[in-house]
């Protein structure tokens, strides 16, 4: 063979006249020819096997040049014949390689035949490819999911081929072809063809779906074949970044092609290459580049889940991203370094490198936690949660990272709020200090373990000695001294020194007499350790003389100085065996070694245990803290915010951690949530945590599961109580198999059979209640029961239980259900009525803190439950007063003697004495509670059985008329006859309604009613509080007056007075917040009778005690945002609230206006009036208040329209305000707008109204900081006017100050202002600014009321434009506050009247 064929870079290469010995395509055949030369192609191939490519290859060319005129068919034989070629050369090539005689021509001519067949094969591929991939978008499935048939079948066929020809190039690539080229250099144009087939295919939408799996894995290996064996690395590391910016299905595809290149191929290098390739990005292109850094950021996470190990060597590239723009980098890069924490730096087995490692990439995760874009936050928040799951924190590192996830619930970000959540329910459910987490119950043991170190340590220090030194090396310190001080006793220098050394001489002879020579060097050496050098000299000298056979002291027969001394070395330092003797009887010794090493040890595992009781007790400190705020967030609007800190509640509680009820009780509530998630977040939460018991038998679960609701009911208030029912009804409705079983439970523990507490008791009959709901016969079957066990014989000794049993009986009542069938009662002699009318009765007459709180229940539920109810209650009053005149009476006998000595002129006070303050309060609790229940039972229980037997009777006229009369009827006028059906009905009702009012009005309180007869001793008991001092019985009575207020019109206009009086006089801040949520009943019944009382009502929110401040505001919340009440500028005592000292008040002042922002223009309407009031001299709030109050209430203020009415109204004010005080408000008012263009337009126009005020700081300042807030992000034009506006502040701000006039400004003004200049020193008042501000004085106007110095004048305009009117600037009269007083002429009258709702909506509502 004597020519070469070279891989084209264009296909058209080849019919160009190439170079020496160079393939040139010679016959390019036909279309229509092409099917002929297709079946000589595939009969050679079978007869010549795959080396027939050589005289075919322009066939397969020719499919290729005419690729988009040719058949599908013949591009499918066309592409089957290659396949076939690539195999067999796969399946010939590996014996003719492995032979050692292959000759250069055979070389040549296999390789040409490798390099024709993959090129065609390759281009083909392709081409379809490309036919597919368009075809693919043609036949996209639409609506119906249905696709073209020619287009589907193509494209499924397509699928399967191309699997087939990967699998060929693979088998082929795979052996070592290398030796067909000279030099085994595999040409560049080869490798090209084969990778950009591969790239080509990759670019397809579809490559990352799950059915395209084996054609992924199939390039993933091709290409891996090219790295390892063809020098494909650079080329490959290159384009996987191009792809990457282009194509985004591709980050998955390639982090898993990456991954294993590395791994399966051992090509490491190629992760560095990529990465540096990503690393040399800059932070400006990779910020423009939105799409390309998506698939970065995606690729290296990916990467980093795959082969974290192999991401450490190139890290430090990456890292350099993080202090770049991208905050989709920072992402990835915070990513790559949790995977490498979780996954390769975790462990005890770490070396100090990879600690250090550790330490660094933990440290940069920590900075991140406060990355400038919340997204970052949020992730690495989400990182550290992974790490923490994972338990690859390391513990020294547990209370930091705790500290700062507590500071990201903060965070103003919802995504980094919730990371946060689950970063601290991570911490709590994998923490490594205890199974329950309470600082209280770790103080007591970090302080006795901390006493007890503090001990060791002292102890330890008492024993130990200096650090022991050798005898040698002390007596080499001692030497010089010693030698000196032998010298001076051998040497004496006066006769007085010679008579002392002759007395210590004596002394040591008498002293040392009867020991022995081993006593004495030991004393000798004693003197020496304590520098008692002369002592030991003298001695030794003595010693001599009193033993001179020994041995140690032998050598002093001759005293010299070098006898001497060596006498003292040898006692000092002596022999090996003489100095563990002698060690013996010196002072401190050191411990031996191995007793040192068993202190020491002891010392440390002390040490550990106090340091790990000091980390536990932070991190319980910390959890706690977390919770804290957690709870706060489960009334945030966010829905994904509450279901996070639903979940965390959860979390805590399962693992004990202290005060987790705590957040489990605060979110029951939300089961009223009008977000289905969030209600069904808390169901699921309740059922995981009370409703799924643990346990062997069905019986074992019951115990559990009612135990796990009877604690959750333990001093459970009644809302608590209320919302438990909901989910508890749920599970009994659900029918579930623990029914049965759960109710048998609570009746054994109702009725005593199982021992349990008072608590527990009464828990089990209210969850009795709450199954009777769903099904009424629980409780119905055994009313009997109920009644012998609470309400029987023993029924004085608990009320709280009777109570409790008469809340479950009421849950089987029609007032539960809504039943359109005729009532449920039970007859008057039923022995629920006699146990609750004979304890009922009893009880007025003791004195039992729980009886009225029974006593409410059992009316209640008499009135709900038995036929003829009044008629019962009616003989419970005379019984109860009855049996209260009999104790009077015995009272009497028994004092009879003192009342004969008293003075006859006290006759009343002793009378008022004989009676039991308590029982007197407890029967007029009584009277009101009946005369409440009559009136509700009378517009409840009355009308609607009126209105059901109405119904019956219109039914069944309805069903003796026939069908004729029907027929009749429908021939008229269909819209006539429902017009007059629906008078005829409203008649009806009204007729019913007016019956009801009637006797209310008439009858309940007529001289016959026994009603009546309490009332004149309600009034008496209320009116003088001096005579009846006891707080039970003032707090009874009134709330007993406001009872019998209720049933009709006259009695409350009769006693309105007192009420309020009560109200404003009353020294018991109980009976003021009682007597507030009864005038907010009857400001309901009665609006026209307590409209003129409105602003009393406001003034108890001034109240001084903070519970009466906390029920007038809940009480007036609920009035106006009811529509009740009329909104007007007494709101501005709810204003005030904003800054209580009390949390819960404040909260509630929060709400009452952001409910109001939600009613259309009513604190826009509102907003000059609060300011008028709150800025007056009078009230005397500080200014840093004042902000406060109208940043919140101008934050309400949204649209440009209102800031542009606001703005022109509160510049008219500076006219006439009076001092500087005002002034400043008026100014920081303005500052606190969100001023926008027209708004700012319009604060130039009222120029005139405030310009002379600007030399007041307090006025200046904030309208400066007007146009700083202007400035931003403001157009160049409107930017000017800005500029212009703030330099004529400043002109003026400053000839003020320093009373100088610039020439040059005085022409800058001319030109800006004309003649106006005059205006700017001194604003005249209008005329009629003043006559309106001095008839204020008199008459205060509803947007003054009682400040005449802030009154709008009205300004004439020539122009007409849109006015926008407040509601509050409108003229209307009120009336000055007062007292509320028994004084007639004192009373309000009524100036609005309000009209009433209909009885009917109200009965219905």
């Keep these: 063979m004597s020519w070469d064929f070279f891989v ?275 932070s400006e292109d990779l910020a423009r580049e939105g799409s390309g850094v998506k698939a970065f950021a995606y690729f290296l996470s990916e990467l980093s889940a795959l082969v974290p190990e192999f991401m450490i060597p190139n890290i430090s590239v990456l890292i350099t991203h993080l202090e770049g723009e991208s905050h989709t980098m920072r992402v990835a890069v915070c990513e790559v370094l949790g995977e490498i924490l979780v996954r390769v730096l975790c462990g005890d087995s770490l070396d100090e490198s990879g600690k250090s490692d550790r330490d660094r990439f933990f440290d940069i995760l920590q900075e991140h936690l406060h990355d400038t874009h919340s997204h970052v936050r949020a992730r690495v928040l989400q990182v550290y949660a992974r790490i923490v799951n994972s338990k690859a924190l390391p513990l020294c590192r547990y209370s930091e990272v705790m500290e700062l996830a507590v500071g990201r619930l903060m965070d103003k ?34 302080e006795k373990e901390t006493a007890k170190l503090r001990e060791m340590k002292m102890k330890l220090e008492g024993q130990a000695p200096v650090t022991l030194i050798k005898a040698s090396e002390l007596w080499a310190a001692m030497e010089p001294e010693l030698l000196a001080t032998v010298r001076t006793v051998l040497e004496p220098t006066s006769e007085k020194k010679e008579q002392q050394d002759d007395e210590e001489d004596g002394d040591v002879e008498e002293e040392k007499a009867e020991e022995d020579d081993r006593a004495t060097a030991v004393k000798i050496a004693q003197y020496l350790r304590i520098n008692k050098y002369r002592n030991a000299v003298q001695l030794c000298i003595r010693a001599h003389s009193c033993f001179p056979e020994s041995e140690m002291f032998v050598s002093l027969s001759t005293l010299t100085t070098e006898n001497i001394m060596d006498t003292l070395a040898l006692i000092f330092k002596g022999s090996d065996e003489d100095a563990s003797e002698i060690s013996q009887n010196l002072p401190p010794t050191p411990q031996k070694e191995g007793d040192k090493d068993g202190v020491d040890g002891e010392l440390k595992k002390q040490e550990m245990l106090v340091q790990y009781l000091r980390d536990t007790e932070t991190f319980a400190l910390q959890v706690e803290r977390a919770i804290s705020v957690i709870n706060s967030m489960l009334y945030w609007k966010t829905t994904s915010v509450v279901q996070e800190s639903v979940q965390f509640c959860v979390t805590v509680c399962e693992f004990s951690v202290a005060n987790s009820v705590s957040g489990v009780r605060k979110m029951l509530p939300l089961v009223w949530s009008t977000d289905a998630a969030i209600k069904d977040a808390v169901v699921q939460a309740y059922r995981r945590l009370y409703l799924n018991p643990q346990g062997d038998t069905v019986r074992l679960k019951a115990q559990t599961l009612v135990d796990n609701l009877s604690e959750l009911m333990v001093d459970a208030s009644l809302g608590t109580i209320q919302c438990l029912e909901e989910i508890v009804q749920e599970f009994f409705g659900s029918g579930s198999s623990l029914q049965s079983t759960v109710v048998q439970v609570l009746w054994e523990r109702f009725t005593g059979k199982r021992e349990t507490s008072v608590l527990h008791k009464r828990a089990a009959v209210l969850l009795l209640g709450m199954a009777a709901r769903a099904e009424r016969e629980v409780v119905l079957s055994n009313l009997d029961t109920l009644c012998s066990v609470a309400l029987g014989e023993k029924v004085t000794e608990d009320f709280l239980l009777a109570r409790d049993t008469v809340i479950t009986i009421c849950s089987i009542t029609d007032h539960v259900r809504q039943s359109k069938r005729a009532p449920f009662r039970l007859p008057q002699d039923h022995q629920l009525f006699t146990c609750l009318t004979q304890a009922i009765a009893d009880g007025v007459t003791m004195e039992d803190p729980y009886w009225q709180s029974f006593m409410e229940q059992a009316v209640r539920l008499i009135y709900f439950l038995a036929e003829s109810p009044d008629q019962l209650c009616s003989r419970l009053l005379q019984r109860s007063a009855r049996l209260l005149l009999d104790q009077i009476a015995e009272h009497a006998e028994v004092n009879g003697d003192v009342g004969q000595i008293q003075d006859g002129s006290q006759e009343p006070n002793e009378q008022g004495e004989q009676v039991n303050c308590v029982c007197l309060a407890q029967l007029l609790a009584l009277c009101g509670c009946v005369a409440f229940w009559q009136v509700s039972h009378l517009e409840r229980s009355v009308s609607a059985e009126l209105r059901r037997r109405r119904g019956e009777t219109e039914e069944r006229e309805e069903k003796e008329k026939g069908p004729a009369s029907k027929a009749k009827q429908q021939v008229a006028s269909e819209s006539a006859m429902e017009e007059e059906l629906g008078l005829i009905g409203a008649s009806a009702e009204d007729t019913e309604a007016e019956l009801i009012r009637k006797i209310c009005e008439t009858e309940l309180l007529a001289e016959e009613n026994l009603l009546s007869t309490f009332l004149p001793l309600l009034v008496k008991v209320c009116s003088s509080p001096g005579r009846y001092p006891h707080p039970q019985l003032m707090t009874a009575a009134c709330l007993a007056l406001s009872q019998y207020m209720m049933i009709s019109p006259s009695v409350c206009e009769e006693n309105i007075r007192l009420l309020f009086t009560v109200l404003e006089r009353s020294t018991l801040p109980v009976v003021r917040a009682n007597t507030i949520i009864a005038l907010g009943d009857l400001t309901v019944r009665f609006p026209n009778i307590l409209e003129p009382w409105t602003q009393n009502l406001y003034a108890r929110l001034s109240d001084e005690v903070p519970s009466v401040r906390q029920t007038a505001v809940t009480v007036l919340t609920q009035l ?183 020439p040059e400004m005085d022409e800058e003004n001319q030109k800006e202002r004309g003649s106006t200049e005059k205006t700017v020193m001194r604003t005249p008042l209008p005329k009629r600014g003043r006559q309106k501000a001095k008839r204020g004085q008199k008459k205060p106007s509803v947007s003054s009321d009682g400040d005449d110095s802030f009154v709008t004048p009205q300004k004439s305009r020539k122009s007409k434009k849109p006015v926008i009117t407040f509601s509050s600037d409108e003229e209307e009269e009120e009336e000055d506050e007062e007292d509320a007083v028994m004084a007639e002429s004192e009373t309000p009258k009524v100036t609005t009247p309000i009209a009433r709702t209909s009885r009917r909506a109200r009965l219905r509502n």
Excluded at 139 to 165: C, I, M
């Design 1120 to 1302: 106006v945002l009811k529509d009740v009440l009329k909104v007007k500028g007494q709101v501005s005592e709810v204003a005030v609230l904003l800054i209580d000292p009390e949390p819960h008040i404040t909260s509630l002042a929060l709400n009452f206006f952001n409910e109001l922002a939600t009613k259309d223009n009513a604190i826009y309407n509102l907003l000059p009036d609060i300011i008028s009031r709150l800025s007056d001299p009078e009230r005397g709030m500080s200014s840093e208040d004042f902000n406060i109050i109208m940043k919140q209430l101008f934050s309400y203020i949204t649209k440009e329209r209102q800031t542009e009415s606001l703005v022109e109204k509160l510049c008219q004010r500076f006219r006439t305000a009076k001092n500087e005080r005002q002034w400043c408000d008026l100014a920081m008012s303005l500052s606190l707008l969100s001023m926008c263009e027209r708004g700012f337009k319009r604060l130039q126009e009222c120029w005139e109204c405030y310009s002379d005020k600007l030399t007041e700081p307090g006025v200046y300042q904030p309208l400066h900081s007007i146009t700083a807030k202007l400035r931003r992000g403001a157009k160049p034009q409107f930017k000017a006017q800005v500029d212009e506006f703030e330099k004529r502040l400043t002109a003026v701000h400053t000839r003020g100050l320093e009373n100088v006039e610039s």
């Design 8 to 282: 084209p870079v264009c296909v058209g290469d080849l019919v160009k006249t190439g170079g020496i010995n160079q393939y040139v395509v010679q016959d390019v055949v036909p279309p229509k020819q092409l099917p002929s030369q297709l079946s000589k192609f595939k009969a050679a191939l079978r007869s010549q096997g795959p080396m027939s490519i050589l005289e075919h290859f322009d066939t397969g060319y020719s499919v290729l040049q005419h690729f988009n005129s040719v058949d599908l068919g013949v591009k499918e034989d066309t592409l089957e014949l290659l396949v076939q070629v690539v195999s067999g050369l796969a399946v010939s090539l590996p014996a003719l390689l492995a032979s050692t005689s292959l000759s250069a021509a055979e070389r040549k001519e296999k390789l040409n035949a490798v390099k024709m067949s993959v090129f065609l094969l390759c281009k083909l591929t392709e081409n379809l490819e490309s036919v597919s991939y368009r075809q693919n978008i043609i036949t996209a499935p639409g609506k119906g999911g249905k696709k073209g048939k020619a287009g589907g079948e193509g494209l499924l066929q397509w699928d399967s081929e191309r699997e087939k020809v990967l699998q060929a190039l693979v088998q082929l690539l795979q052996l070592d072809i290398r030796c067909l080229w000279n030099l085994s250099l595999v040409e560049e144009e080869f490798i090209s063809c084969v990778t950009c087939c591969c790239y080509k295919l990759l670019e397809n939408p579809t490559i990352s779906h799950v059915k395209s799996k084996p054609t992924r894995d199939g390039i993933i290996h091709l290409l891996g074949l090219l790295i390892k064996k063809y020098n494909h690395l650079l080329g490959a590391s290159v384009k996987v970044i191009q792809l990457l910016q282009h194509f985004e299905q591709l980050p998955s595809v390639f982090a898993q092609a990456v991954s294993v290149w590395s791994t399966e191929y051992g090509v490491k290098a190629i992760i560095g290459e990529v990465i540096r390739e990503i690393g040399q990005k800059s």
């Design 413 to 446: 970000s919802i995504n980094a709020v919730k990371s946060a959540i689950q970063l601290l329910a991570a911490f709590i459910a994998h923490n490594p200090y205890s199974c329950k987490l309470s600082s209280a119950d770790l103080k007591k043991p970090l």
